[in-house]
């Protein structure tokens, strides 16, 4: 996997030497980066030679001086340059085993690799690092590290990941805390198997790696129609009040916010989200923990600015997951009190996946089509956020593209980059 371009920052350095999407860096001085890592530290110098291989096949080699600290300005396709460190494990709820076949082939690449968990925030379970690994992170220290614990109890641990190797998950946390690497943690519920008194017990061996473990995120399982068996079960209202309830407990006696539930227990069990500072940094919201409390908050800078009416009438439809729908409803309840503005809100039920699986970064090109087409003469201007569609692309989980699905509905489609701010929608919105 080479350092391959994918875009380039107007007026950067890489922007006025003409490097483009596609060009391969291939040597930095002369060394090959294995990583955005390497990258990032043989960049910081004021003169450095780049080897670049372009898209129609030439090599150049381009001498550059610069302020030490300044960026080149490139963003590349991946964060990784050699071969993605795979995932060695079978856990039982593995959502990429709940895949159907036909879907582009990087969904079905199962990574474990701790250099995206630093640089990208993706969880790792710590059962697959090599000796050489191990020395690398040793002298870099990286953190935060995103780690998968789900629980602490060595049986059951290998039970769930399907692998002996992640019986020493203490023994790994011990690692990282005598490096002082701060780490956050994640818990994927499955009722029956890790909850009750196995929390209880992960939770406490977590707290005592406290110096270095910043928080605990517990998710519920997500279970997908292609399932088949019956080891796992769905996270129910009754379950998760039991969850919220429990891991209130816990933050109570421990005298601070360690433990955070995701934002889809609370909306499950019908309860109110926490307030603002409950969250303390927002840490997990790419585990969807406090997304919608950012979001409703994030919402409060703008409402006071908001016009009475608009010169001209103007409709929108908000699509999304049923997670945040509730939350969107109410922005768009306070959007359609000024005059001349209708906001709709639209849930999507996910026929691909299944009734169960509410995210909105996995609603499908077709999961659209299949919630909109039948209504789609009482829509205008539909918004959607960029979670839906693949990285630096316009396409979906499932193959369709943002133009397969605006070509077969024949509206407008906006779409909005940050999913925790309102600026851009309303932006969009008013002007």
């Known amino acids: ?32 980066p294995k990583d955005l890592i390497d990258y990032k530290f043989l960049i910081t110098s004021e003169e450095i030679s780049l ?37 060695t494990n079978k856990c039982i709820f593995c959502f990429v085993d709940q895949q159907p076949n036909g879907l582009r082939k990087s969904l079905y690449i199962k990574d474990d690799d701790w250099r995206l968990s630093y640089l990208q925030g993706t969880y790792i379970t710590l059962t697959n690092l090599s000796k050489i690994q191990k020395e690398r992170i040793e002298m870099l220290r990286p953190g935060p590290l995103y780690v998968s614990v789900h629980t602490t109890n060595p049986d059951l641990r290998a039970f769930m990941l399907k692998n ?3 019986k020493n998950i203490m023994d790994m946390l011990k690692w990282l805390n005598e490096l002082e690497i701060p780490v956050h943690t994640q818990i994927v519920l499955c009722p029956g198997v890790n ?44 379950v998760s009040e039991k969850v919220i309830e ?95 503005l209708k906001v709709n809100v639209v849930p999507i039920t996910s026929k691909f996946w299944g009734d169960d699986v509410t995210v909105t970064g996995l609603i499908t090109g077709q999961d659209l089509l299949d919630n909109l087409l039948p209504v789609k003469d009482n829509l205008k201007n539909i918004i959607i956020p960029s979670v839906m569609l693949r990285k ?14 605006k070509d077969k509905l024949s509206i407008n489609i906006h779409v909005i980059d940050n999913y925790y701010s309102n600026e851009e929608l309303i932006n969009l919105i008013l002007s």
Do not use: W
Request: charged content about 25%.
């Open 195 to 238: 909850d009750g008194d196995e929390l209880d017990r992960t939770l406490n061996d977590l707290y005592s790696f406290k110096s270095n473990i910043l928080s605990i995120a517990v998710v519920p399982v997500g279970i997908t129609k292609y399932r088949n068996d019956e080891l796992l079960s769905r996270v129910t209202k009754e």
């Open 1 to 32: 996997m080479p350092a391959v371009v994918n875009s380039v920052i107007t007026d950067s350095i890489a922007y006025h030497l003409n490097i483009m999407q596609g060009d391969e860096l291939l040597f930095i001085n002369e060394l090959c």
């Open 392 to 405: 630096f692309s316009n396409e979906f989980l499932d193959g369709l593209t943002l133009q397969d699905v």
């Open 246 to 340: 429990q891991i209130s407990r816990f933050n109570k006696k421990t005298g601070y916010n360690l433990v955070y539930p995701s934002d889809e227990f609370y909306i499950q069990a019908g309860y109110e989200l926490p307030k603002t500072k409950f969250y303390g940094d927002f840490g997990q919201l790419d585990d969807g923990v406090g997304t919608c409390r950012l979001l409703l908050d994030d919402f409060k800078k703008f409402k006071l600015n908001l016009p009475n009416s608009l010169s001209n009438p103007k409709e929108f439809t908000l699509v999304t997951g049923k997670i945040a729908a509730q939350s969107l409803q109410s922005i768009a309840n306070e959007l359609n009190k000024i005059h001349n």
């Open 51 to 87: 080897h670049i291989k372009r898209v129609g096949g030439d090599e150049e080699i381009i001498d550059i001086e610069k302020d030490i600290d300044e960026d080149l300005g490139i963003n590349f396709e991946s964060a990784v340059f050699d071969k993605v460190i795979p995932c």
């Open 164 to 166: 002996d190797k992640a």
